[in-house]
């Protein structure tokens, strides 16, 4: 699988530092500066996500639970409801809430340094991988065999069985609202200010009969993009007509099992299980 957004910010802001370092001039006659956060606390220790609060502390997801940093302690918040230790997908709002899950299929909230548990799946809307988002109203989506939208209480406001087949990350548009690829149908699935619709899209190639199957987006310089996670075609992506463009790429890209994509104001960068960096002029 194709791993692009939980990392994705992180590694653009390390390679945006690079390239700014490598062109400055310096590259022979300064040191670089760094920092190792945690190296003795996650000395053995698996990392699995990490986000920031409203008031920029870290939290961190481990093999031995959850972390909490706020520049000068480390800290295990624990989580009495949680039938694992490790938790997945941290998501923020506006609010300062964040969310995630575990792999039992329960979702969490965390509040100051509480961790709560929020929602639980039913046996109908587990799925072995599931994704959270969160809207502009400071609802939280839950995709699973059901898209799930629950307020900040936790009420359940919407349960939709949208019978496209796998649905998958989320990805914001940049006026806010969230879409979801299916892998069985040329349609999206849209969120915005409250309702869920289905909204059909258009695309330059035709890659087979049925469709083009799950598509990853992401956004690079205000302009957005999707792969296709099986056959790796890139497209760009028009968010307000909903059309896709196939980009010509070369077999590097489209070989590779998996692919890691970055992103600098022209560039764009991707980095797969086949040996080089495969680099698209974006114009």
């Known amino acids: 699988m194709l791993n692009l957004y939980r ?13 700014a370092w490598l062109s400055s001039g310096d590259l ?7 920092s190792i956060l945690g190296k003795d606390q996650f000395n053995g220790v698996q990392i699995y996500d990490v986000i ?38 941290f998501v923020i709002n506006s609010n300062g809430t964040i969310f995630c899950n575990n792999l039992n299929n329960q979702i969490f909230s965390i509040q100051g340094q509480s961790c709560k548990l929020f929602y639980e799946l039913l046996p109908d809307e587990k799925r072995n991988d599931v994704s959270l988002a969160t809207s502009t109203e400071n609802n939280l989506l839950i995709s699973g065999q059901k898209l799930i939208v629950l307020n900040e209480s936790g009420a359940v406001l919407q349960r939709a069985k949208l019978n496209l087949g796998y649905i998958g990350i989320p990805f914001y548009k940049q006026n806010g609202d969230i879409l979801y690829s ?7 699935v849209l969120y915005s200010h409250g309702n869920l619709s289905v909204i059909p899209f258009t695309y330059s190639a035709q890659e087979n009969s ?12 205000n302009q957005s993009y999707a792969i296709q996670l099986l056959t790796k075609s890139l497209y760009t992506f028009d968010e307000s007509k909903y059309t896709l463009t196939e980009i010509p790429t070369n077999d590097l890209l489209k070989r590779s099992r998996s692919i890691r994509i970055y992103g600098t104001s022209n560039h764009l960068w991707a980095a797969g299980t086949l040996p080089g960096l495969y680099s698209l002029i974006l114009t």
């Open 7 to 19: 990392s994705f910010h992180l590694l653009k802001l390390i390679w945006l530092c690079l390239l």
């Open 210 to 221: 049925n469709g083009l199957g799950v598509l990853q987006f992401f956004r690079i310089a």
């Open 28 to 34: 022979f006659s300064r040191q670089a500066a760094y």
């Open 182 to 188: 299916a892998s069985n149908a040329d349609s999206l």
């Open 52 to 89: 920031q609060d409203k008031q920029l502390n870290y939290w961190f997801s481990t093999n031995e639970g959850l972390i909490f940093y706020d520049h000068y302690s480390f800290k295990k918040i624990e989580c009495t409801q949680s039938k694992s230790v490790s938790f997945f997908n």
